[in-house]
T-cell receptor, first 116, second 113 residues
Framework: DTGVSQNPRHKITKRGQNVTFRCDPISEHNRLYWYRQTLGQGPEFLTYFQNEAQLEKSRLLSDRFSAERPKGSFSTLEIQRTEQGDSAMYLC??????????????FGQGTRLTVV | AQSVTQLDSQVPVFEEAPVELRCNYSSSVSVYLFWYVQYPNQGLQLLLKYLSGSTLVKGINGFEAEFNKSQTSFHLRKPSVHISDTAEYFCAVSSLGFQKLVFGTGTRLLVSP
């Protein structure tokens, strides 16, 4: 297994356009998380899935953002009508359902979004 | 709700010197604690974690951290740093359900020869 994979690594888009990012988690992991990291800040939680169910969404996830995990495997994060404030690194992570010592999240390398 | 404070935004240190990166957290419930490292334009790599048991936790690359419940701290230490340790370090906390991680703002460790 090569770990959590995110595509694309970089995306430049014009304001007002829609963008979609993909995350492929570690294959046996049933939890998948999305975070956003702006320059000079720590990652901020956006949402997470247990299998295909989206169990929690941050208030940071405005109605322009939508995430899906249709078959409990890969996930997509779509941003509609992008704004310059959406420019950030979008990080995906995955984990097993925590039971004791396996409690940890593995992160992908992120997708850097630049809105011009 | 949980929060994490990393008071030092940047820590300069000479190679082979010891270093401590400070982390304090706030939570009304029991927590798990983590330290992650991030190299430029990369994702986060787990250095170490405290789940339960011994309060002194050893991680990868010679790092260790000590959980202090009374002081709500989880400081990261390394007895002798290398140039390659130059990176951003993030402390994070989660509730025992591990639904999400709450991160601090990070500490940039700058190791010079």
């Amino acid at each position: 297994d090569t770990g959590v994979s995110q595509n694309p690594r970089h995306k430049i888009t014009k304001r007002g356009q829609n963008v979609t990012f993909r995350c492929d988690p570690i294959s046996e992991h049933n939890r998948l998380y999305w975070y956003r990291q702006t320059l000079g800040q720590g990652p901020e939680f956006l949402t997470y899935f247990q299998n295909e169910a989206q169990l929690e969404k941050s208030r940071l996830l405005s109605d322009r953002f939508s995430a899906e995990r249709p078959k409990g495997s890969f996930s997509t994060l779509e941003i509609q009508r992008t704004e310059q404030g959406d420019s950030a690194m979008y990080l995906c992570a995955s984990s097993l359902t925590p039971t004791g010592r396996n409690t940890e999240a593995f992160f992908g390398q992120g997708t850097r979004l630049t809105v011009v | 709700a949980q929060s994490v404070t990393q008071l030092d935004s940047q820590v300069p240190v000479f190679e082979e010197a010891p270093v401590e990166l400070r982390c304090n957290y706030s939570s009304s419930v029991s927590v798990y604690l983590f330290w992650y490292v991030q190299y430029p334009n990369q994702g986060l790599q787990l250095l170490l974690k405290y789940l339960s048991g011994s309060t002194l936790v050893k991680g990868i690359n010679g790092f260790e951290a000590e959980f202090n419940k009374s002081q709500t701290s989880f400081h990261l230490r390394k007895p002798s740093v290398h140039i390659s340790d130059t990176a951003e370090y993030f402390c994070a906390v989660s509730s025992l359900g591990f639904q999400k991680l709450v991160f601090g703002t990070g500490t940039r460790l700058l190791v010079s020869p």
